[in-house]
T-cell receptor
Framework: GAVVSQHPSRVICKSGTSVKIECRSL??????MFWYRQFPKQSLMLMAT?????????EQGVEKDKFLINHASLTLSTLTVTSAHPEDSSFYIC?????????????FGQGTRLTVV | AQTVTQSQPEMSVQEAETVTLSCTYD???????LFWYKQPPSRQMILVIR??????QNATENRFSVNFQKAAKSFSLKISDSQLGDAAMYFC??????????????FGTGTRLKVLA
């Protein structure tokens, strides 16, 4: 299958600072990327959907000013957690779709563990 | 809105035996996809198997097969000849095949599978 790479895999930041997580599709062009948040022993909760060149669509309850998503190219999307606080500590996963056809699969990155201290 | 329910938080199976993981979903749509994803300790999401709602034949992938009951909105995963490497968290997921084209995934809460040697 296609490869989606997230960087960094782990990050520790101080409370009040911002941290950026990158999601890259290595061998295909991703027209749509998704960002998920996963708390320990829980499911993946969709945070937002981004299409290349347009603003991200956020799920209800997700603060768009806190979780900034940029999908500037067909191979790169970034999630920036602004003014991070300990409650933002979580596991963040991105996935990317090739094209917009109904049967196109999404491929997942390996995730980023964010710890805010 | 669509929902996905996994009622078994944890399951155990003896190595080489067969285990079935349950999943039910709710939707008013007729055109959709269902998936089973495996999430091992590495947290990388791995696609195990997928089923298109319009296909009556149950999908199979080697030791993995599904029992898709569209009328009952049930989608169970059977793992035959269980191996130690099958131990992981398993998520059932739903994706619409219609709409705006973003095709969001909706995940269940997961079932942790333990394989006993």
């Amino acid at each position: 299958g296609a490869v989606v790479s997230q960087h960094p895999s782990r990050v520790i930041c101080k409370s009040g600072t911002s941290v950026k997580i990158e999601c890259r599709s290595l061998d295909f062009q991703a027209t749509t990327m998704f960002w998920y948040r996963q708390f320990p022993k829980q499911s993946l909760m969709l945070m937002a959907t981004s299409n290349e060149g347009s603003k991200a669509t956020y799920e209800q309850g997700v603060e768009k000013d806190k979780f900034l998503i940029n999908h500037a190219s067909l191979t790169l999307s970034t999630l920036t957690v602004t003014s991070a606080h300990p409650e933002d500590s979580s596991f963040y996963i991105c996935s990317a779709r090739l094209g917009s056809y109904r049967d196109t699969e999404a491929f997942f990155g390996q995730g980023t563990r964010l710890t805010v201290v | 809105a669509q929902t996905v329910t996994q009622s078994q938080p944890e399951m155990s199976v003896q190595e080489a035996e067969t285990v079935t993981l349950s999943c039910t979903y709710d939707t008013s749509e007729s055109d959709y996809y269902l998936f089973w994803y495996k999430q091992p300790p590495s947290r990388q999401m791995i696609l195990v198997i997928r089923q298109e709602a319009y296909k009556q034949q149950n999908a199979t992938e080697n030791r993995f097969s599904v029992n898709f009951q569209k009328a009952a909105k049930s989608f169970s995963l059977k793992i035959s000849d269980s191996q130690l490497g099958d131990a992981a968290m398993y998520f059932c997921a739903y994706r619409s095949a219609r709409g705006s084209g973003t095709y969001k995934y909706i995940f269940g809460t997961g079932t942790r599978l333990k394989v006993l040697a």
